[in-house]
């Protein structure tokens, strides 16, 4: 094969985070396999811009920058993802890679920053391979199917920043009113697609940085616990009820239904945690305080704000685009009685290329 033809070449892409609404938390045996399926939102401004450059093979396979800065410490994850992504791409080994990141928001602060950026890498490495094998499926479903498969191998969560507005993943029975998109399927290989009301297409997610300092136990060494969680078998049977109920409600349109869920999701994950061996905590003093003036809020004023949590401290906050006003001067006053920082941030369309200038 004719590597000369990517020598020199680059692609550019950003990708958003994404938020989980139903928790995928452990693994089976393989690469990066959920133990239950998950569905997430698609967001926009929590999002990591990603350029790789391919040069002809050196000793150094892979030299990666973080913001402008050499950050050789996060370089052996990318290579265990690039050694997973060559099974499937082999001109990956054939070449050396320069890659330039940044992100808009804390990385290992528990906003998912490995979801976004290995789904803005693998963006770039599907161009690569397209451009390389003369592919004609660029830049559409398949591109982007392809993208999610690869991301999946970096870190599973990845697999769902891939697509507009929401995506699902993971193997399991949808409800009977609930319909994909031809020619697609729920499976542990990648993300798919699904289907919302309208009104979670303009959906705000304010998130609340309580902390932006690296989290004491990472979410690959989190899923790993769950391998001997007590809980586990019963967390795994909740999270595919879950699951089922939240790809109707989010179809349905109904928020106050999904709102409630959602908030029992993020809560159940955390007692994952508490209920491991060993048992340890991420979130904050502050944290909790936030939840309870989010709740308080809900009850005295009737609208429909409701949080979540990923694997961390940091609360993403929730509301539709029609309770913009109140919801989110309730938010600001928040911030001005605890501090912190806000990503004022809503669902997306998933990711961009970036075309250089």
């Known amino acids: 094969m004719d590597y000369q033809k990517l020598y020199d070449q680059s692609a550019s892409w950003e990708a958003p985070s994404n938020i989980a609404l139903v928790k995928y938390w452990g693994k089976l045996p393989g690469i990066q396999v959920p133990a239950n399926p998950s569905v997430s939102l698609t967001l926009t401004e929590a999002k990591t811009k990603a350029k790789i450059t391919v040069f ?5 396979w892979i030299e990666l920058f973080f913001e402008g800065q050499k950050m050789p ?9 690039f050694d997973h992504v060559s099974s499937y791409l082999p001109w990956l080994k054939e070449v050396s890679f320069q890659l330039e990141t940044s992100n808009s928001f804390p990385h290992s602060a528990g906003i998912a920053s490995s979801a976004s950026s290995m789904a803005a890498l693998s963006c770039c490495l599907v161009e690569l391979d397209s451009l390389l094998n003369d592919h004609s499926d660029s830049f559409t479903n398949k591109f982007y199917s392809r993208a999610s498969f690869y991301a999946r191998l970096g870190s599973g969560s990845a697999c769902r920043s891939l697509f507009p507005y929401a995506a699902s993943w993971g193997f399991g029975k949808a409800p009977g009113n609930y319909q994909l998109p031809d020619d697609q399927s729920f499976h542990n290989d990648s993300a798919t697609p699904v289907e919302i009301h309208p009104l979670f ?3 705000h997610d304010t998130i609340f940085v309580v902390s932006s300092k690296e989290k004491k136990v990472s979410s690959r060494a989190g899923h790993g616990l769950m391998d001997n969680n007590p809980y586990a078998k019963a967390r795994f049977n909740h999270a595919l009820e879950n699951w089922s109920y939240a790809l109707q409600w989010l179809k349905e349109g109904q928020w ?3 709102g409630s869920l959602v908030e029992e ?4 994950l955390h007692a994952m945690m508490m209920a491991s061996r060993p048992g340890y905590l991420l979130m904050e003093p502050d944290t909790i305080t936030l939840i309870h003036k989010i709740r308080e809020f809900r009850v005295q004023t009737g609208h429909a704000l409701y949080f979540t949590l990923d694997a961390g401290p940091n609360l993403h906050i929730l509301y539709p685009e029609e309770e913009r ?3 989110f001067d309730f938010i600001q006053k928040c911030q001005r009685e605890i501090g912190g920082t806000l990503i004022d941030d809503k669902v997306g369309l998933g990711p961009k290329r970036m075309v250089p200038s």
Not at 265 to 268: F, G, I, N, P, S
Request: with cysteine.
């Open 56 to 60: 002809p093979k050196k000793e150094k």
């Open 73 to 81: 410490s996060f370089v052996p994850k990318i290579e265990k993802f």
């Open 201 to 203: 297409q303009s959906m």
């Open 256 to 258: 106050n239904h999904l």
């Open 265 to 268: 999701e993020a809560l159940t």
């Open 325 to 327: 006003g109140p919801c």
